[in-house]
């Protein structure tokens, strides 16, 4: 790596001159010499212009975004098509505004907590946090915070990117009611959350068509694919009665219509299957699946876009924004 006396050599000057040239402080410099400095500063990539701002701002220009793994996962939370896509919208979205971006993602709490005060951060993004560890991190740190789908909510005080979860929950149910399915079974990995949030959805559908829900109308998942088959298997007993399984994630309905076909189950025409995400899983598979898109894109985006205005005094607190979900009409149902 090119160092600061050498710079001075190349150009012929002090290397005061080159720290003047390097900090802004260039009244004293000629246009001659600190054009010199600037294109062997450029040319030898001594120090990138993001790391000057930071010197001269005094701030790191990092944003930390940080994931609670609230559900166990067979290979890392990245291979969550939930989790990837927002990763790489921040990363592009915190790039184009000046910043870096340090990742980690961890399920035991007091981990995150100890890695978010050893960091030098501007501002943390947090994903799938409950409301007070959401609170308890921002105590501790003294950074602004913005959320990406709180979970609990209790107060007022947060900033979150959310999705409306309860309406993906409805318009789903009520189009399978018009579809003429008389069972419909909600499968997740636990009741709570967002995933709490689409069962009210739910629910609403039921009692808007005058309708009777049970409350073993949801389907807690097993956290492997091995245990999940015995799930599968489970449900079997589904088959041909007119029954739909709605799928929370995409992921694990793409997963069921692959094992039901292996059993040589016809999707739809013995077992409708619908999932939430609109992800390319549901794209891709075959019948293509019926879903609840979001816009996980736009949700990274507008997280970052909340963060930059926070940074920039434009926005304090007390902001929870519900992004839009659409119904994808596919052929699993």
Not at 235 to 255: H, P, Q, R
Not at 293 to 314: F, P, S
Request: hydrophobic share 40%.
């Amino acid at each position: 790596m090119t160092t600061i006396k050498e710079i001075a050599e190349m150009a012929g000057v002090s290397m005061t001159t080159v720290y003047n040239v390097l900090h802004g402080n260039v009244k004293k410099v000629s246009k001659a010499n600190m054009e010199k400095i600037q294109a062997l500063l450029d040319e030898y990539h001594y120090v990138p212009k993001m790391g000057l701002r930071a010197l001269k701002n005094n701030s790191s220009k990092i944003i930390g975004v940080v994931i609670h793994t609230s559900r166990y996962y067979e290979n890392t939370v990245i291979s969550d098509t939930f989790y990837s896509h927002v990763i790489g919208a921040l990363e592009e979205s915190l790039r184009k505004e000046g910043y870096y971006m340090m990742l980690y993602a961890a399920e035991d709490l007091e981990e995150i907590f100890h890695m978010s005060l050893a960091w030098n951060v501007d501002g943390l993004i947090v994903i799938t946090f409950k409301y007070h560890n959401y609170i308890k991190l921002k105590t501790l740190i003294n950074k602004p915070i913005v959320a990406i789908d709180l979970i609990d909510k209790e107060a007022e005080d947060y900033v979150n990117v959310g999705l409306q979860d309860e309406n993906g929950g409805y318009i789903m149910t009520k189009y399978l009611l018009e579809k003429g399915y008389e069972k419909i079974y909600v499968c997740a990995r636990k009741n709570a959350g967002v995933d709490h949030e689409r069962w009210i959805g739910y629910r609403k559908a039921w009692e808007e068509a005058g309708k009777s829900y049970l409350t073993n109308d949801f389907i807690s998942l097993n956290e492997t694919e091995q245990d999940r088959n015995k799930n599968y298997q489970m449900m079997m007993k589904f088959i041909g009665k007119k029954t739909a399984l709605f799928f929370l994630s995409d992921m694990f309905a793409v997963e069921a219509i692959h094992y039901f076909q292996k059993q040589g189950v016809t999707i739809p025409d013995e077992l409708g299957i619908a999932g939430f995400d609109g992800n390319i899983l549901g794209k891709y598979c075959y019948p293509r699946l019926t879903t609840v898109y979001q816009d996980v894109t736009e949700k990274g985006k507008t997280a970052v876009k909340i963060m930059i205005d926070i940074l920039e005094n434009r926005l304090k607190s007390g902001l929870d924004v519900k992004q839009p979900v659409t119904l994808i009409k596919g052929n699993s149902v």
